[in-house]
């Protein structure tokens, strides 16, 4: 019964975000743009309820005003995406992921008494046709992948959980581009975002992907053509560029992936860069603290304190409505207020290596249970994701949210006490080995974050997803809660 009422919804959903995109795509009118994003709103109302009143009112007060640079961006979007393609991100990344998803994993929260997350990384294999400076991925090899049975597992048990986002990582994801698309193909109700270092985008795969309509790649870039290639390779610039081109062509969305180091900060927050990413088609991008993770790790490229700080306002700068640029970019270290500090664990996200192993985090390569042996939520409730959940936050002041970069002892703790082993076969890293690496680095940046996060006033969100202890008792956050 439920499957056949998520089919009749689905396909009523389906109905709506078609008209709706006609509706947009066939006017310049503004105020007919605005009708329709908020008629979107009240859909939304009616799924999240009460509890998302205020913040659904606020968008449409941005909605209604033309200058807005949200809605500039969003305009952009629907103008230069297929509208096919459009209607699909829609259907499985709007109602599947964020509306129904939503409500879904809230409720297994409850119901399991673990963390349940919304969205799953995974590597299709450890291949990469490169070898950048300091990516881990270099060490790891090309001797692991996951079947297409496995990556099938992880998506049909994610799903029953309320997961429908899965972004998939390595090595390079496309390096196994069949099986990807054929994954695609069999869950259309999922959304799927590869991140890539884009040497393997072509026409004909570009053609698969419009048709598709739920998969969009995240481009490994790091400013000019210089920075860009001294850590990615000779040519790797030329790539993107050509990758960009052909996505646009074809009205794919996409968005870029930025590793931030000490040698790269300024020329990958230069208003030349996000202008030039925004003329290529890319509206939106992830930003990622280089972390010295591996065997290979150059710790030496990790940002300076001061490079952080930088960081933190440029981004937060571009973001803000008084700039022009019509880019999204969200920082992975340094947002965690908004997201409530570390999401790994499976709090929001978890990550499954080329291995099988289930990992709390991307850059946390520790892991005591594996996609062969245990089912999704077997993960979620083994010793090592528990202390994530029962840990989380692991600082109050959401600038030093990581229980490795800025709080090594408590990742130290945590491996230890749940007997987590390291995951990188190639070349092994024990736990004291990484969390030395970061420890001089905790200790210069807590000054600064303590006074960065006292000099703003912060907002409580009104769903946090920490324990009932944690939730009633705020102090127990931040090295004085056990490892259970």
């Given at each position: 019964m439920e499957n056949f009422t998520h089919a009749v919804e689905r396909k009523a959903m389906a109905f709506v975000?078609?008209?709706?995109?006609?509706?947009?795509?066939?006017?310049?009118?503004?105020?007919?743009?605005?009708?329709?994003?908020?008629?979107?709103?009240?859909?939304?109302?009616?799924?999240?309820?009460?509890?998302?009143?205020?913040?659904?009112e606020s968008i449409k007060t941005y909605v209604r005003n033309p200058e807005n640079k949200w809605m500039r961006l969003i305009n952009h979007v629907i103008d230069e995406a297929n509208p096919e393609y459009a209607k699909k991100m829609l259907l499985n990344l709007g109602y599947e992921?964020?509306?129904?998803?939503?409500?879904?994993?809230?409720?297994?929260?409850?119901?399991?008494?673990?963390?349940?997350?919304?969205?799953i990384l995974f590597d299709p294999t450890s291949a990469c046709n490169m070898h950048c400076v300091g990516c881990w991925s270099g060490t790891y090899g090309h001797k692991s992948s996951?079947?297409?049975?496995?990556?099938?597992?992880?998506?049909?048990?994610?799903?029953?959980?309320?997961?429908?986002?899965?972004?998939?990582?390595?090595?390079?994801?496309?390096?196994?581009?069949?099986?990807?698309?054929?994954?695609?193909?069999?869950?259309?109700?999922?959304?799927?975002?590869?991140?890539?270092?884009?040497?393997?985008?072509?026409?004909?795969?570009?053609?698969?992907?419009?048709?598709?309509?739920?998969?969009?790649?995240?481009?490994?870039?790091?400013?000019?053509?210089?920075?860009?290639?001294?850590?990615?390779?000779a040519g790797h610039y030329g790539s993107v560029m050509k990758a960009m081109d052909l996505l646009k062509e074809y009205g794919i969305v996409f968005g870029t992936s930025v590793c931030y180091t000490r040698a790269n900060i300024e020329a990958v927050t230069s208003d030349d860069f996000f202008r030039m990413l925004t003329d290529k088609g890319a509206?939106?991008?992830?930003?990622?603290?280089?972390?010295?993770?591996?065997?290979?790790?150059?710790?030496?490229l990790m940002p300076t304190p001061d490079q952080r700080m930088y960081m933190i306002?440029?981004?937060?700068?571009?973001?803000?409505?008084?700039?022009?640029?019509?880019?999204?970019?969200?920082?992975?270290?340094?947002?965690?207020?908004?997201?409530?500090?570390?999401?790994?664990g499976g709090r929001n996200y978890?990550?499954?290596?080329?291995?099988?192993?289930?990992?709390?985090?991307?850059?946390i390569h520790f892991s005591d249970t594996n996609i062969h042996t245990h089912s999704i939520l077997e993960m979620l409730k083994s010793p090592l994701f528990m202390a994530y959940h029962e840990g989380q936050p692991f600082n109050r002041n959401h600038l030093r949210p990581c229980p490795m970069l800025e709080n090594p002892e408590l990742l130290r703790r945590i491996v230890k006490e749940t007997n987590a082993?390291?995951?990188?076969?190639?070349?092994?890293?024990?736990?004291?080995?990484?969390?030395?690496?970061?420890?001089?680095y905790a200790e210069a940046w807590k000054p600064y974050a303590e006074e960065e996060w006292n000099r703003e006033e912060h907002k409580k969100p009104s769903y946090e997803n920490y324990t009932e202890e944690k939730r009633l008792h705020p102090e127990l956050a931040a090295f004085e809660h056990p490892v259970s």
């Open positions: 975000i078609d008209k709706l995109i006609n509706n947009v795509s066939q006017t310049d009118d503004y105020e007919k743009r605005a009708e329709v994003y908020e008629e979107i709103a009240d859909i939304a109302l009616k799924f999240y309820g009460d509890e998302a009143k205020e913040t659904l992921s964020f509306f129904k998803g939503t409500k879904t994993i809230r409720e297994n929260r409850e119901k399991y008494h673990c963390n349940i997350p919304w969205l996951l079947s297409f049975e496995d990556m099938d597992k992880i998506v049909t048990e994610g799903k029953a959980l309320g997961a429908h986002l899965y972004m998939l990582t390595g090595g390079e994801p496309m390096v196994r581009k069949n099986d990807v698309l054929r994954l695609c193909e069999k869950h259309d109700d999922c959304f799927f975002a590869a991140y890539t270092n884009s040497t393997l985008i072509d026409e004909d795969l570009c053609k698969k992907v419009q048709k598709l309509g739920n998969l969009t790649f995240m481009l490994s870039i790091e400013g000019t053509p210089d920075t860009n290639d001294a850590r990615r390779g509206y939106f991008g992830f930003y990622f603290h280089f972390m010295p993770v591996g065997n290979n790790a150059v710790p030496e306002r440029r981004i937060r700068e571009i973001r803000s409505e008084e700039n022009p640029i019509p880019f999204f970019p969200m920082d992975f270290q340094n947002d965690g207020e908004y997201v409530g500090g570390c999401i790994a978890f990550h499954i290596n080329s291995n099988g192993d289930a990992e709390p985090c991307v850059f082993h390291q995951t990188n076969e190639e070349s092994p890293e024990e736990v004291d080995h990484l969390c030395d690496k970061c420890t001089d």
